[in-house]
T-cell receptor
């Protein structure tokens, strides 16, 4: 099976712009989670989607949003970009069997730089 | 509420010597625990996970971890370090519910000396 894919891999934006990142999960996986990774804050959970519904949400402002499509592909959007949004954004997918011990499989990430 | 603490931000060992990366957790309920590894400019890869079965969990590349409820610990070990083990390691906790959030530790950078 192909792994989790994320597009684009690199992105440069300026403050005030908005950005959309895309994630395609492993075939058959129904849950997609998003994380932000920065040197200062480490890995922080953004949100999790399952069957097109947001199932869990981290402590991020409303500028961060996401959605999941019927084919389980997911997008996350960040509006009104700030310098502090520069980070590696990671997407992870899992089977979502209902067990909390579901393994999450991570994509390579999208490196967002805000100038 | 859940939390996870990785006790060392950086660990350096010589090639061929044992590796110990320490992780303590806090969870109101029986947690699920994971160790992930991240090589430079790569995504995260699962090393192993604890799911309330055997307390000693064996993972990939010779790593293993022991769940100790009395000490609320889930330390990662490897008998003999290899140069390719140099990477960032993350301890992760999740409650036993699909509604539970996933909490990542701050990470431990493992360096291997030749």
């Amino acid at each position: 099976k192909a792994g989790v894919t994320q597009t684009p891999r690199y992105l440069i934006k300026t403050r005030g712009q908005q950005v959309t990142l895309s994630c395609s999960p492993i075939s058959g996986h129904r849950s997609v989670s998003w994380y932000q990774q920065t040197p200062g804050q480490g890995l922080q959970f953004l949100f999790e989607y399952f069957s097109e519904t947001q199932r869990n949400k981290g402590n991020f402002p409303g500028r961060f949003s996401g959605r999941q499509f019927s084919n389980s592909r997911s997008e996350m959007n960040v509006s009104t970009l700030e310098l502090g949004d520069s980070a590696l954004y990671l997407c992870a997918s899992s089977e979502a069997s209902g067990r909390a011990a579901d393994t999450q499989y991570f994509g390579p990430g999208t490196r967002l730089t805000v100038l | 509420a859940q939390s996870v603490t990785q006790l060392d931000s950086h660990v350096s060992v010589s090639e061929g010597t044992p590796v110990l990366l320490r992780c303590n957790y806090s969870s109101s309920y029986s947690p699920s625990l994971f160790w992930y590894v991240q090589h430079p400019n790569k995504g995260l890869q699962l090393l192993l996970k604890y799911t309330s079965a055997a307390t000693l969990v064996k993972g990939i590349n010779g790593f293993e971890a022991e769940f100790k409820k009395s000490e609320t610990s889930f330390h990662l070990t490897k008998p003999s370090a290899h140069m390719s083990d140099a990477a960032e390691y993350f301890c992760v906790v999740r409650g036993y519910s699909s509604a539970s959030k996933i909490i990542f530790g701050s990470g431990t950078r493992l360096s291997i000396r030749p």
